[in-house]
């Protein structure tokens, strides 16, 4: 069975200042990545996802995330951070087959401060 | 506006009263899902349906009841509520399988006392 591991549960960052989000996977096939942000008192929303293709992949808000096969990875990045990317990123992965179902890490939490 | 909703967004209830959560998408989605959110646990899902009159167990379903009588809504019913039932909940929604992007409900947040 799949799984997702966020090592991070909350990562605290300086506004204007670079992040990364950890996330690591297990499958024994082949995978649809995604991250998903979730604003205080709200659903969450794609932030960007991986289907195939480019490693490197962008989304929105200035977020970017690459693929790594050999290390199972799908780290998400910024460059620089704002007030306003305060929240809670979850990872999930889905197995590339026609069924939809997602399994999602357990979140990290970025706290950005002034 | 192409939304999920869902109703009630904040719920206190006692063990053992039936309840519904109601799910509505108007974006004529054909996956729907029912996932609780736990603090250091993530999202789980407990049920999924793929179409009207299809629907299967994710992977907490234990406790949990669902229907797809219309393609639009999905409710999730607790026939007799628990405290470990105390929960987060989000109704998600998806035009297909794998790849689609899922687009979520603003959440109901079910304390069973």
């Known amino acids: 069975a799949q799984s997702v591991t966020q090592l991070d549960s909350q990562v605290p960052v300086f506004e204007e200042a670079p992040v990364e989000l950890r996330c690591n996977y297990s499958?024994?096939?082949?995978?649809?990545l995604f991250w998903y942000v979730q604003y205080p008192n709200q659903g969450l929303q794609l932030l960007l996802k991986?289907?195939?293709?480019?490693?490197l992949v962008k989304g929105i808000n200035g977020f970017e995330a690459e693929f790594n096969k050999s290390q199972t990875s799908f780290h998400l990045r910024k460059p620089s951070v704002h007030i306003s990317d305060t929240a809670e990123y979850f990872c999930a992965v889905n197995l590339n087959t026609g069924f939809q179902k997602l399994v999602f890490g357990t979140g990290t939490r970025l706290l950005v401060s002034p | 506006e192409a939304q999920v909703t869902q109703n009630p967004r904040y719920l206190i209830t006692v063990t053992g009263k039936k309840l519904t959560v109601t799910c509505s998408q108007n974006?004529?989605?054909?996956?729907m899902s029912w996932y609780r959110q736990d603090p250091g646990l993530g999202l789980r899902q407990i049920y999924y349906s793929m179409n009207v009159e299809v629907t299967d167990k994710g992977d907490v379903p234990e406790g949990y009841k669902v229907s797809r009588k219309e393609k639009r809504n999905f409710p999730l019913i607790l026939e007799s509520p628990s405290p470990n039932q105390t929960s987060l909940y989000f109704c998600?929604?998806?035009?297909?399988?794998?790849?689609?992007?899922?687009?979520f409900g603003p959440g109901t947040r079910l304390t069973v006392l």
């Open positions: 974006m004529n989605h054909e996956y």
């Open positions: 991986y289907l195939s293709g480019s490693t």
């Open positions: 998600a929604s998806s035009l297909g399988g794998g790849p689609d992007t899922q687009y």
């Open positions: 499958s024994s096939v082949s995978v649809y």
